[in-house]
């Protein structure tokens, strides 16, 4: 396999993904975040039917599970919420939110679980524990006289099916469609490019088709640290002989090789699975280029085999019955110069054309994606070229092939599904009025990155999330800190402390729920909540460990109180009833989309889970013109900017000791980086040029020509296999370097993985 791991004084790699690695690493967060002895009880639940699904990625729950169906990040996900340290209000005795400015998010969140609800006192600087019921009096006033588009519902993918329904229906009672979520700055370039292409804003494969492709086609998605389980199938498929090509500038180690801790023989042993055939490390933001080089290969080995008259390459039946734009693209295609191609993604022709050929040998091929295609700036170009790639030989919508867009938190889709959306013509307006005798706001509502301008502007004046982490997750940091606490009202549904809580608007409340792995008792006993995984699986769980307060809500009861507080009273709105039973929430999800949701608690906890369907995978295309749409790149890359020497294309990456923002430890030891997050990695030649040696203390700053100054200092280099022109440091601490206008044409996803910077060397 083509390898360029040659450099002697690279940081060690630590060996493959899974293996005793992974157990060491589950230890470390065992160690450090004090899990109640229970926490092990939930891991042996995690993601089977009746049991508890993990809050950490929405990789899907295979009917047939294995016996510890979790992985290294699953657990670190359950041990580090069950956690027996506790934030408790006398926390505040010693603490101002000034203080605390200066902790990193690691020592926030180490803090442990919060117990108390919270109001901020603006004279004492400090959070002081206040009753649910004055908390939820006290939001309800400072909501009442607002005006209905000053205020946003912002909601991070973990919370349940059943509390995002109620929060976007209160949304709407409340009086507007303000609902942005999480996923507009991740997927939103899926749900908006995929659904532009192929009708279809989420994935078309099922777990089925893992088991009978042949060939995986990844491109920027990281399996060894984002879905570890995910690893299972990719191992089963090489045991059969399938091949893996990968395009990603990090050589991901979750991507070379794999040791599976589910089989005994292979921990004992050590046997590796190579996982990638072919590891092809493009230049950032370059993919537009690779994708069209292999299309461009794929069209002459047609072009020959019909003048040869022999059969063709591409599926031209396919496409003359399915498909538009095609004879437009592969003439495009066709007339693509190689050498164009192949200067803008760094990768040969030689290269390109063998992982063509893999593709052409292939007859099932899945295509994965991941934040490598969807954060850039034209994040949906690149989407629409791999949609054109998997096209060409008709790849999606029949048995063991299709497009694979992996998902971040658990249930971040599936809270779309339920209607957490502020397009208005993706909610069921007319099911709406007849449930709930209301008339739902006509005007759409604000992306996350029209909230965040809103607040720059002042005209964004309150704020209320379920849960998440903005002041770290948004671009814009700096900026944005300052406008967020000049709000009228911040409220925050929260498991633990994070940097958003200390910025508190002028009335602020922090409202602690339940994590999913503890018990949710209601009047009718233990709830379920139900989530929907990557594959539009819908499952129920159902926590069982001791709240970690007495104090504590569930994200469904604080929802519900809310609703309360801040909407009409009406007959048809009974929130205390909804509390006492989820299964009255999820008939009424049932009512509003039937389709989806046919006898729904009845379902609820079918192994596997239950499907809600998808078009393209029966190869319906609810696209503008009916069929599925080539697209034509206007340029080869995806970036806001032209590379050139001093302007480096920032990736902003996750370790493998972090969830988003919450930052479990300093191991990323995939990447052989040990005990800090305050590095730059980059190419030697790189480096050279730049006149930087290893270890050198330097600063990013912005270069996107807004004459904003954006600047993150005291990172270490790293000298590292990156291509050259490509340099890569920690999410969220580069988040002040992206600016807030750096994002996808079409679904405004943020542009991080292609933020332009030049290096400055600190004197020593
Ligand atoms: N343990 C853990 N699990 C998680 C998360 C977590 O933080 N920690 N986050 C969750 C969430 S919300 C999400 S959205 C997912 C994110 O999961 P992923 O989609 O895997 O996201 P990233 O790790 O940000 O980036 C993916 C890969 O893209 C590569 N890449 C960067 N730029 C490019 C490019 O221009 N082209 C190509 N081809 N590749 C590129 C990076 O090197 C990286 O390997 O994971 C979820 N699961
Ligand atoms: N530069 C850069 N920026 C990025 C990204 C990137 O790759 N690079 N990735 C983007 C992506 S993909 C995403 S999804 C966003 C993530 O953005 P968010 O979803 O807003 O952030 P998280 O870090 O997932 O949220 C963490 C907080 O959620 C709370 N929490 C944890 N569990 C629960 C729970 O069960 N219930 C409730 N109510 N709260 C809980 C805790 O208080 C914790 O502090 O960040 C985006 N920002
Ligand atoms: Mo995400």
Redesign the pocket.
């Known amino acids: 396999m083509p390898d360029s791991d040659s450099h002697p004084d690279l940081p060690k790699k630590s060996g493959p993904a899974g293996g005793w690695g992974s157990m060491r690493g589950i230890n470390a967060v065992r160690a450090t975040s004090h899990p109640d002895p229970a926490a092990l009880e939930t891991l042996r639940r995690q993601n089977k039917p009746g049991g508890f699904m993990c809050?950490s990625c929405a990789w899907p729950k295979p009917a047939n599970y294995h016996p510890f169906e979790f992985c290294e990040n699953g657990a670190k996900a359950t041990l580090w919420?069950s956690t027996r340290d506790r934030c408790r209000p006398e926390f505040w005795n010693d603490h101002t939110v000034e203080d605390l400015k200066s902790w990193t998010d690691h020592e926030l969140?180490m803090t442990g679980r919060l117990t108390h609800p919270l109001r901020f006192d603006h004279d004492t600087g400090r959070y002081v524990a206040v009753s649910w019921e004055e908390a939820f009096q006290g939001i309800g006033a400072a909501l009442a006289d607002l005006p209905r588009d000053d205020v946003v519902f912002?909601s991070?993918?973990?919370?349940g099916l059943e509390a995002s329904y109620l929060w976007a229906l209160m949304a709407r009672l409340y009086g507007n469609n303000n609902l942005p979520q999480?996923?507009n700055?991740?997927?939103e370039t899926t749900s908006v490019g995929l659904k532009k292409v192929i009708g279809s804003s989420v994935g078309t494969v099922l777990w089925e088709d893992l088991e009978k492709t042949d060939c995986y086609f990844f491109f920027g998605q990281n399996p060894g640290t984002n879905s570890p389980r995910f690893l299972h199938p990719l191992k089963e498929a090489k045991d059969r002989g399938a091949k893996i090509v990968t395009f990603n500038p990090v050589k991901e180690q979750g991507l070379v090789s794999f040791v599976d801790p589910q089989n005994p023989i292979d921990m004992a042993t050590g046997r590796e699975t190579v996982i990638s055939d072919q590891y092809h490390q493009l230049k950032g933001g370059t993919d537009i280029a690779a994708i069209l080089g292999m299309c461009k290969a794929v069209v002459e080995a047609d072009d020959a085999a019909i003048a040869a008259g022999k059969p063709a390459v591409i599926d031209w039946a396919f496409l003359e019955e399915h498909a538009t734009g095609y004879r437009e693209f592969i003439e495009q295609a066709r007339a693509a110069d190689w050498g164009a191609i192949t200067g803008e993604c760094g990768l040969t022709e030689g290269a390109l054309r063998d992982a063509a050929q893999v593709y052409m040998e292939a007859e099932r091929v899945i295509g994965v994606y991941g934040?490598g295609l969807t954060?850039h700036a034209h994040g949906s170009d690149n989407i629409g070229m791999l949609v054109n790639f998997l096209l060409l030989r008709g790849n999606i919508g029949r048995e063991g092939a299709g497009c694979c867009p992996v998902r971040?938190?658990s249930n971040?889709q599936g809270q779309r599904t339920v209607g957490i959306a502020e397009k208005t013509k993706l909610v069921p307006f007319d099911k709406l009025r007849a449930l709930f005798d209301f008339e739902p706001p006509e005007k759409d509502g604000t992306h996350i990155v029209d909230a965040a301008q809103g607040l720059l502007e002042g005209r964004i004046r309150a704020t209320l999330?379920?849960?998440?982490?903005?002041l770290?997750?948004?671009?814009e940091r700096d900026r944005l800190e300052g406008a967020w606490a000049g709000q009228d009202v911040t409220v925050?549904?929260?498991?633990?402390?994070?940097r958003t809580h200390l910025f508190p608007g002028k009335t602020a409340y922090i409202l602690p729920?339940l994590?999913?792995s503890e018990k949710d008792e209601q009047a009718t006993g233990n709830q379920y909540i139900s989530v929907e995984d990557s594959f539009s699986m819908i499952h129920g769980s159902q926590g069982k460990q001791k709240p970690a307060s007495d104090y504590l809500k569930s994200?469904m009861a604080i929802v519900a109180g809310l609703g309360q507080a801040i909407t009409p009273e009406h007959p048809k709105r009974p929130w205390r009833a909804w509390t006492r039973d989820y299964a009255l929430v999820r008939d009424l999800i049932e009512q509003t989309y039937p389709d989806d949701f046919r006898d729904f608690n009845g379902r609820l906890n079918t192994p596997g889970g239950f499907w809600r369907g998808n078009a393209a995978h029966r190869r319906v295309w609810n696209t503008e013109s009916g069929r599925a749409e080539f697209t034509r790149p206007g340029k080869l890359n995806a970036l806001s900017f032209d590379p050139e020497e001093g302007r480096f294309t920032l990736l902003?990456?996750?370790s493998n000791d972090q969830?988003?923002?919450?930052i479990y430890g300093y191991s990323d030891r995939f990447r052989g980086i040990e005990g800090t997050r305050d590095v730059l990695l980059m190419n030697e030649s790189d480096m050279a040029r730049q006149g930087l040696s290893h270890g050198d203390r330097v600063a990013l700053v912005g270069d996107s020509g807004d004459g904003v100054e954006r600047r993150l200092g005291g990172l270490e280099v790293i000298r590292f296999n990156l291509p050259e022109g490509t340099v890569g440091s920690y999410?969220?601490e580069?988040?002040v370097l992206?600016p807030l206008d750096l994002h996808d044409g079409l679904s405004k996803t943020?542009g991080?993985?292609a933020v332009p910077v030049r290096i400055e060397k600190t004197p020593a």
């Open positions: 809050s919420e969140e912002y991070s993918g973990h919370a999480s996923s700055m991740c997927h934040m954060q971040g938190h971040v999330c379920l849960g998440g982490n903005l770290r997750a948004l671009p925050m549904i929260s498991t633990k402390l994070n729920c994590s999913r994200e902003t990456m996750r969830f988003n923002t919450t999410y969220p580069c988040n992206v943020p991080s993985k």
